[in-house]
């Protein structure tokens, strides 16, 4: 049965206990993607609302150009009756929840100017040529392996391409202030990155979650500040000593809970059920390496054309880069078990979900891969058991020392 | 047995005693309308030849290829022998690497490639694999240490000049490669002395590309039999078997025009039961006018016309033609291939189009969907249909019978 926004925010803006105070932000915004009403503002104001069909695209461009990025990418959660009827049933979820937005009936459908679509995975790529019919697009080359050279030309063309949709010559300087500006909000995301390696986090892994995916869905300045005070709110529970646990995270966090990873299929709001299971299951997730985060994760010294630096897209990058991402993802982050999501549909991954599993084994870390439906949707009480079992064993003594 | 070894005994040139046998079975299942051009044979046998092995010929190194992309001139100019690898085998062994939906084309050849008992990942000199698409990524990745691997890497986009130039480069990288594996440079001739060959096999597609089959005796689906095994055919053989084929298909005129819906077949390459949907098509009633496989009718390469007569300028123009006309959807945008569609309509007076796509086919199934927007445009009937479907005769029945009740093909 079709399900509609507000259904999927009842069950997944969770009552966490001890939910930390500056989150209200992150959850309001998330209750309005994917128009928020930010973008709606800027639209009013004349800037060009440029879609962006996937985490590697170099938002700098677009802020620089005087457009406002819209990531689209999302779970499959809201009415996807349009895309149901048009896509073919193997379409992958993140595919048809895109569609299901675009396409004549969706809430974003006729509102966005363009489109920025990275060839990597091929659904989107088809995509792009099913929505050419309704807005502007762009197709950014994401080849694999491709030297920087070719990269840094793909770059300039879509630069190109921004200028003649809003009409504003790029500058230097402009570039340089569009740079800047993301890399504040970077440093400000890395804060609370940084919050989740204390033992226990700070911040359970569905609202740190929450802060990643509502990047790019409304203003970059108002979320990075937002994201500066959620930071400081954690670091203050954590200078607070042990008694912040039961004080502020009223029991919800504990100092013995496992920690993992997510890997893999990227996860997409609304569609986080699996998350909030695996939480609730008696486990903390400290991280993600999917394209779900986008170029967040991205150093400082990154170049604008190193589209996939920040994370290791299955599409774009050969499988010993995902796993030397993963394992030094979680070891940087000391987690114990690593879920890697492979979701039908997703054939890239699906094609190196055992090897990464097994890479990760060989390090010494657990792993459990979590096949899900190409809509993204399993049974709760199918997701609940797997997830014990997976909690169980990590937390078990003789799994550990093995 | 395992599966790839059943295929194996298949093999029109090993000769075992079951081969002829198998071989009688499939040219029969084909051979059943009056006037079918004794010349197909050689065509028959190589579609019944699921798998190679090095068993004759084995003087000649091996380089398997993954896609059409990969200009064939190149490999015929090292001296070297192509293989199709495609869907080798039929297994679901390979789903073992894979999830269950993923493509059979890359998963089929993957078992088989992997089958130790086969042996044949140890047969093969260079497998060169393009990353058309997403699997064919990944398999290079599993194969990387079992065997020697050309990884081309396609850009996804054929308009900058950029990408073309980095296309160009990789063809360059496989000239050399090539190169290599034959242990000295190929001369400027030999590479001349294939462009032509390839653009005389060009020239004999075409010819038969222009056979009607409504009026000849050499039916759609053979045609694209024909043509489609030019990937397992050495292209002197081929040319040979073809001109063969064009004479007598010119020669012998049937009784009577025949009569059907004309239909356009598109999709993804259908390697394992390629034949099977074809035959469906022409049981129902309807003629196969035309098709837009590469694993049918666009195997056969366009001609690669150099600018000059150097290495580099025969190697450009052979990268430019294969990526510029390659069929694959995974190039986007793919305006070209609407363009073409529109074409071939027209040419061919096509009343309908079927289009097939791979289960797992993310490109081919999302280009079904543009494809069938932009023919309901142009009141075109489309039948979308995916490999595999045991539904899929039914289907086409009653798409010929709507057709046929519509006044079209009479």
């Known amino acids: ?402 | 047995m395992s599966n790839c070894l059943r295929q194996l005994s298949r093999h029109p040139e090993i000769g075992d005693t079951n081969t002829t046998n198998n071989l009688k079975a499939e040219s029969s299942a084909s051979a059943d309308y009056p006037g079918r051009p004794s010349a197909m044979r050689l065509f028959d046998a190589a579609s019944a030849d699921r798998i190679f092995t090095r068993t004759t010929g084995a003087e000649r190194t091996t380089v398997g290829i993954y896609c059409n992309i990969v200009p064939p001139e190149l490999i015929h100019s090292a001296g070297f022998k192509k293989m199709e690898l495609c869907a080798l085998g039929k297994s679901d062994d390979g789903t073992d690497c894979a999830n269950s939906g993923t493509c059979p084309v890359v998963t089929d050849s993957l078992a088989c490639l992997l089958d130790d008992s086969c042996g044949m990942a140890a047969k093969l000199d260079l497998i060169v694999i393009p990353t058309t698409c997403g699997c064919k990524g990944e398999i290079a990745e599993v194969l990387e240490g079992l065997c020697r691997i050309h990884v081309m890497r396609v850009p996804s986009e054929r308009e900058p000049e950029h990408l073309r130039d980095f296309w160009r480069g990789e063809v360059l990288n496989l000239f050399r490669r090539l190169q290599e594996l034959r242990g000295g440079a190929i001369s400027r001739r030999r590479l001349a002395d294939s462009i032509r060959l390839h653009l005389d096999c060009a020239e004999i597609g075409r010819k038969l590309m222009r056979l009607n089959p409504a009026r000849s005796c050499l039916r759609g689906s053979d045609r694209m039999r024909a043509i489609g095994t030019f990937t397992r055919i050495p292209p002197e053989k081929w040319l040979e078997a073809a001109g063969r084929l064009l004479t007598e298909a010119e020669e012998m005129r049937p009784g009577g025009e025949i009569t059907g819906p004309r239909l356009l077949l598109l999709g993804s390459p259908h390697h394992n039961d390629r034949w099977e949907l074809p035959r469906s098509i022409e049981d129902a009633g309807a003629i196969i006018v035309a098709d837009d496989l590469c694993s049918g009718s666009a195997a056969l390469p366009d001609p690669g016309c150099p600018d000059d007569a150097s290495v580099d300028g025969m190697l450009d123009a052979l990268a430019d033609r294969s990526l510029m006309t390659s069929r694959c959807p995974c190039l986007s945008p793919n305006t070209n291939r609407l363009s073409r569609l529109r074409c071939l309509i027209e040419i061919y007076r096509a009343d309908g189009v079927i289009y097939c796509a791979a289960k797992g086919c993310a490109a081919h199934q999302m280009e079904s969907v543009a494809i069938q927007r932009h023919l309901s445009a142009a009141h075109k009937p489309l039948l979308r249909i995916e490999s595999g479907d045991p539904d899929s005769p039914v289907k086409i029945k009653a798409f010929v019978k709507i057709l046929k009740i519509s006044g079209m093909g009479t």
């Open chain 1, 1 to 402: 049965m079709a399900r509609t926004n507000s259904d999927n925010r009842d069950d997944l803006s969770l009552q966490i206990p001890g939910r930390p105070e500056e989150m209200d932000y992150f959850l309001r915004v998330a209750g309005q993607m994917p128009i928020t009403p930010d973008a709606l503002a800027a639209a009013k104001e004349g800037r060009k609302l440029v879609g962006l069909l996937c985490g590697s695209v170099p938002e700098e461009l677009v802020f620089a150009a005087g457009g406002f990025p819209l990531r689209l990418c999302a779970g499959r959660g809201a009415d996807a009756s349009v895309a149901d009827s048009l896509l073919p049933q193997s379409c992958c979820g993140v595919a048809q929840a895109i569609a299901a937005h675009l396409l004549p009936g969706g809430d974003a459908y006729g509102k966005i100017d363009a489109l920025v679509i990275p060839t990597a995975c091929e659904w989107k790529a088809g995509l792009g040529n099913i929505l050419d019919a309704y807005c502007s697009t762009f197709r950014l080359n994401d080849t694999a392996n491709a030297s920087t050279a070719v990269r840094q030309l793909e770059t300039r063309r879509l630069l190109s391409w921004l200028e003649k949709l809003t009409g504003r010559r790029v500058s230097a300087d402009r570039l340089k202030w569009a740079a800047d500006a993301i890399r504040s909000a970077r440093a400000a995301f890395r804060r609370i990155r940084e919050s989740q390696k204390n033992i226990p986090p700070p911040i359970t892994g569905l609202d740190a979650m929450l802060v990643a995916a509502t990047y790019l869905r409304c203003d970059a300045g108002r979320w990075t500040e937002a994201c500066s005070r959620l930071g400081r709110e954690l670091q203050n529970r954590i200078k607070n000593g042990p008694e912040w646990l039961e004080n502020e995270t009223l029991g919800g966090l504990r100092r013995d809970m496992p920690r993992v990873l997510l890997a893999g299929s990227p996860f997409f709001w609304p569609n986080w059920r699996p998350v909030a299971a695996l939480e609730r299951a008696g486990c903390v997730v400290v991280a993600e390496d999917h394209c779900g985060i986008g170029r967040l994760a991205l150093s400082d010294h990154e170049l604008i054309c190193d589209f996939n630096a920040a994370h290791s897209c299955a599409s774009a990058c050969g499988i010993a880069r995902t796993a030397d991402s993963c394992v030094s993802l979680a070891r940087e982050m000391g987690v114990q078990g690593v879920v890697i999501h492979q979701i039908a549909g997703c054939h890239a991954q699906g094609f190196r979900a055992k090897r990464l599993a097994a890479a990760m084994e060989k390090a010494g870390i657990q792993t459990m891969i979590l096949k899900a439906p190409a809509d993204g949707r399993m049974k709760q009480s199918d997701m609940d058991n797997l997830f014990r079992k997976f909690v169980e064993q990590l937390s078990s003594p003789t799994v550990e020392a093995s």
